[in-house]
């Protein structure tokens, strides 16, 4: 199980709850948290969702994937809309296109 943003307020509850239910979760996390305690258990990778080159490697043997990649808070989103979904849909794309490579990994996308 592949968690993109894991190391987020929604992302790594999400991880300990997998790693609480006894999946193997590896979190790919931009600037990985550093306070790592949070997500013990599961392995983390300092990986950027948007650089396509890392979704094979990831999906190779998974599962599943889980899309919790969001960058600005909702006060911030409200001001700035557009760099928003920026950050949040932009490294999507990448991802879909390695899931066409990858038909056997399901996709969780968080909105």
Do not use: W
Not at 92 to 108: C, G, Y
Request: hydrophobic share 45%; with cysteine.
């Amino acid at each position: 199980m592949i968690v993109l943003g894991g190391g987020g307020f929604v992302g790594s509850a999400i991880t300990r709850r997998l790693v609480a239910d006894g999946y193997d979760v590896t979190v790919a996390e931009r600037q990985p948290p550093t306070d790592l305690d949070r997500l013990a258990g599961a392995r983390v990778l300092k990986r950027d969702a948007a650089d396509p080159a890392i979704y094979d490697e990831l999906l190779d043997g998974a599962s599943a994937v889980v899309y919790a990649v969001g960058c600005l808070f909702p006060g911030e989103s409200n001001a700035s809309p557009l760099a928003d979904i920026h950050d949040s849909l932009t490294p999507l794309i990448p991802l879909l296109e390695a899931l066409r490579r990858h038909p056997q990994v399901s996709m969780v996308f968080l909105s």
